[in-house]
């Protein structure tokens, strides 16, 4: 079993950064690719940005360039720097977990393990 806690969510301004994190415990983190999705009202879940257990990364293409995951395995947490915010962006952002450190994965249905969730909400 993994637990997965999110943090980092808020209300900011279009054009701000907000940098989620996820801490994940129950397994070995280096053998556990990561990803984020994100759900706005009204819309199916949709894929963010993934990383392998090595450090492999993938991102959706409206967030590529602006958007940033990374992983820091001493701490066993997963960071999704967000900049240059846009209203399009509002949603609520789940953290996920893999039984696998590859390959990275756009599917949510290769993930075994989710968080509860953190909005953020972008508006002036």
């Known amino acids: 079993q993994v637990q997965l806690v999110e943090s980092g969510g808020g209300l900011v301004q279009p054009g701000g950064s907000l940098r989620l994190s996820c801490a994940a415990s129950g397994r070995t983190f280096s053998t556990t690719a990561m990803g984020w999705f994100r759900q706005a009202p009204g819309k199916e879940r949709e894929f963010v940005a993934a990383?392998?257990?090595?450090?492999?990364?993938s991102y959706t293409i409206s967030v590529k360039g602006r958007f940033t995951i990374s992983r820091d395995n001493a701490k066993n947490t997963v960071y999704l720097q967000m900049n240059s915010l846009k209203p399009e962006d509002t949603a609520v952002y789940y953290c996920?977990?893999?039984?696998?450190?590859?390959?990275?994965?756009?599917?949510?249905?290769?993930?075994?393990?989710w968080g509860q969730g953190t909005q953020v909400t972008v508006s002036s």
């Open positions: 990383i392998s257990g090595s450090g492999a990364t």
């Open positions: 996920a977990a893999r039984s696998r450190a590859y390959p990275v994965s756009r599917n949510a249905h290769e993930y075994d393990y």
